[in-house]
């Protein structure tokens, strides 16, 4: 069975929401997640852009 890949983008790090849905969605344990903080001083945009392609789905917070 291949698990749906989330990608979350996290434009705001001190919105508790995000959190919990991914919280949420990890204890389902049917979903592939991944993270991002847009706020991060090292974000690496290319590797977010091959993120964002490689996901079936993007949520942006």
Same mark, same amino acid.
């Given at each position: 069975? /291949? /698990?749906r890949r989330i *990608?979350?983008?996290v434009s !705001?790090? #001190?919105d508790? *929401?995000?959190e919990e849905i991914v919280r949420e969605q990890k204890a =389902?344990?049917?979903f592939e997640l991944s @993270?991002? #903080?847009l706020s991060a001083a090292d974000l !690496?945009?290319?590797a977010l852009l091959i993120e964002i392609f490689k996901a079936d789905? @993007? =949520?942006v917070w």
């Open positions: 069975m /291949m /698990m *990608l979350h983008i !705001d790090p #001190d508790p *929401l995000p =389902q344990g049917t @993270v991002v #903080d !690496d945009r290319r789905s @993007v =949520q």
